[in-house]
């Protein structure tokens, strides 16, 4: 199974972008997903995380207000809303499953499979 963060790219201030992750290899729908990024020089950052099939929705309190998470399952996509960006939201994000825990998660070790990453820079 892989996972592929794709739709980051160079934005400006203000701009909204929208992050998918394609899950090939294996249906998701059981499985809670998480997006976490980390910066050049920073450790990595929870996101967000949804889960499988009730799809409970957590996101980092800092950015409850400009991204959103949602998933399909049928298309066993999970996509992240980026609204309002700010400089500050540079770095490399990336998409994670976790294959055992059911819940919400927001820490790194409680996903299994981890996808490559997708660059997103906010310029001022």
């Known amino acids: 199974m892989q996972l592929q963060a794709s739709g980051g790219g160079l934005v400006q201030a203000g701009d909204s972008l929208r992050l998918s992750c394609a899950i090939s290899?294996?249906?998701?729908?059981?499985?809670?997903i998480g997006w976490f990024r980390q910066a050049p020089g920073k450790e990595r950052e929870f996101v967000a995380t949804i889960t499988g099939n009730s799809g409970v929705k957590g996101i980092a309190e800092s950015l409850q207000s400009r991204f959103t998470v949602s998933r399909d399952n049928a298309k066993n996509t999970v996509s992240l809303q980026m609204n309002s960006l700010v400089p500050e939201d540079t770095a490399v994000y990336y998409c994670a499953a976790s294959t055992y825990y059911s819940g919400a998660a927001s820490v790194a070790r409680l996903y299994d499979i981890w996808g490559q990453g997708t660059q997103v820079t906010v310029s001022s």
């Open positions: 290899g294996r249906a998701i729908d059981h499985w809670t």
